[in-house]
């Protein structure tokens, strides 16, 4: 009998680095549609140079509980919005908020959408 679904992905570096850029290409978007959301007509180049930063450090500390990944990606959003976006902290803070909701509303709906 032959099975049903096969394993493609075994593992190892090719998908470590299309986990980071596939995280990445989604945390660029939905960072962009916060700065759009929160400061207006702003560049998608900012977004894709803040982008990495919460997806390495979800990466790093994927090990841990999802509470310590959830608030050290989100320290991280805040301090790489603030550097990029040369905001102060409580618009970094305020950006970042916006960011993380967004990620979670697409996450669940494309999690509704693929994994069922």
């Not at 596939?22 to 978007?29: E, H, R």
């Not at 905001?87 to 970042?96: D, E, H, I, K, Q």
């Amino acid at each position: 009998m032959l099975p049903l679904q096969a394993e493609f992905v075994g593992g190892g570096p090719l998908a470590l680095v299309v986990a980071f850029l596939v995280g990445t290409l989604f945390s660029a978007v939905t960072l962009h549609l916060a700065a759009l959301w929160v400061l207006g007509d702003e560049p998608h180049q900012r977004a894709v140079k803040a982008a990495p930063a919460p997806v390495i450090v979800a990466m790093l500390f994927s090990q841990y509980n999802g509470a310590v990944i959830a608030v050290l990606s989100f320290l991280t959003a805040v301090a790489v919005v603030r550097y990029v976006y040369e905001l102060n902290t409580r618009g970094a803070v305020f950006m970042s908020v916006f960011y993380f909701a967004i990620t979670t509303i697409f996450a669940f709906a494309f999690g509704n959408i693929f994994l069922t």
